[in-house]
């Protein structure tokens, strides 16, 4: 499956944005989907992940829990994360992935890397 991440943009300090990940070519059925992120100098990082089933379960790295939420779109083929209260250090390139293996937290589990989205918070 191809993704397709966007919604990234300059915003201050304590404001928001939502960032949008859409599939092309089929849908995401049967994969979690997840968003990682990758700040200049630093290794990519979890940010969070949602999964395939309908009861949506979620999970997140817990320097953005309380701050952001992610969801899923299945009429629309999207996954969405909703960032509030944004920090100068979110401030990244954020991909969407996905995987089979619900949990885990390694990026070597996740596939369909695409470009990403770059997000700046200013102060």
């Known amino acids: 499956v191809q993704l397709q991440a966007s919604g990234g943009g300059l915003v201050q300090a304590g404001g928001w944005l939502r960032l949008s990940c859409t599939a092309s070519?089929?849908?995401?059925?049967?994969?979690?989907v997840a968003w990682f992120r990758q700040a200049p100098g630093k290794e990519r990082e979890f940010v969070a992940a949602?999964?395939?089933?309908?009861?949506?379960?979620?999970l997140y790295t817990p320097s953005v829990k309380g701050r952001f939420t992610i969801s899923r779109d299945s009429a629309k083929n999207t996954v969405y994360l909703q960032m509030n209260n944004l920090k100068p250090e979110d401030t990244a390139v954020y991909y969407c992935?996905?995987?089979?293996?619900?949990?885990?937290?390694?990026?070597?589990?996740?596939?369909?890397w695409g470009q990403g989205t770059l997000v700046t918070v200013s102060s």
């Open positions: 070519g089929r849908p995401f059925g049967y994969y979690h």
């Open positions: 992935v996905t995987t089979t293996r619900w949990g885990t937290r390694d990026r070597a589990d996740f596939g369909s």
């Open positions: 949602v999964s395939w089933s309908s009861g949506g379960s979620t």
